[in-house]
């Protein structure tokens, strides 16, 4: 197995929550409250009476005083339900370190799920390329857990990227409030993008978007005459780097603005990854810095 997919690793991550900070369905029992109201835990409030209700639902004794039909509803406390959408598109496949950008994904991927299966939490994962490759709907058993780290480990880099078109997909999928955390490079077109993660701002979702990148990338520190080759597809470039380094940067860096532009205008939360970092103490940071929202 991967040594970045080891559950011992995630040890360390045992003691930070991750709590959402706005309505989602389902918290911590004791610390959140659950949006939707259901018939179980403790009294919310009435509702007038619809016919095919649950009759055994009926409040009798505000039928006596006011000769009205009222249904009692209750507060239903139920655990965090998240879904984890990995990008396993081509470009996650680039690496200049020891890890690729998918295998970073891959651990991020696997902390998330440590960690609120620890919290008895429901957790999903997704695996996509141009489309949905793996659909788990979320569970909160340890076998769960074993079940997503052997799908994680057999998964290399696929085809090109076509994000936008799959969160379209999954926000049709997923009917009912969910944090939504989605790891890419996000090497797609910002438009389509924001329209995508528009829809499940539409729907409630919490969102995360966890942008992963090699330093080389954002750098471009190349000199020499250097062949450069599609990791998406069959296009190899032979070509002067120096040449091309400014424009280069200029439409990176415009691509990063609009994508964090988009994340603040829909408030979701979006953080950089680079794989040359410590992984623990950066994501170990963010993890606490959402305890003291």
Known sequence: MNELLNPKRYASFKRLELLAHSVVEGFKTGLHKSPYKGFAIEFEQHRPYVFGDDLKHLDWKLLAKSDRYYIKQYEE??????????????????????????????????????????????????????????????????????????????????????????LHAL?????????????????????????????????????????????????????????????????????DPVRIKKAYLEEFNKHKANLKKVCFNLRIDFQQLFTDDPFERTVASYLAGRLKK
Do not use: W
């Open 171 to 239: 926000a049709g999928k997923i009917k009912r409030r969910a944090l939504i955390v989605i790891i890419s490079d996000f090497f797609d077109d910002t438009e389509s993008l924001k329209k995508a993660l528009n829809h499940f701002a539409h729907k409630k979702h919490e969102v995360i978007l966890y942008q992963i990148l090699d330093r080389k990338e954002t750098e471009f520190p190349f000199n020499d005459l250097t062949q450069f080759e599609s990791l998406e597809g069959d296009e190899i470039q032979m070509t």
């Open 77 to 166: 406390d139920t655990s965090l339900r998240a879904y984890l959408i990995l990008d396993t598109s081509g470009s996650m496949g680039y690496t200049s370190q020891k890890h690729s950008k998918l295998d970073y994904g891959k651990y991020l991927l696997g902390v998330f799920s440590y960690l609120m299966l620890s919290q008895q939490d429901s957790v999903g994962m997704v695996t996509c390329d141009t489309k949905i490759q793996n659909f788990m709907s979320p569970r909160s058993s340890a076998k769960h857990l074993r079940n997503m780290m052997e799908v994680l480990n057999d998964i290399s880099p696929g085809q090109d990227t076509g994000l936008a078109n799959v």
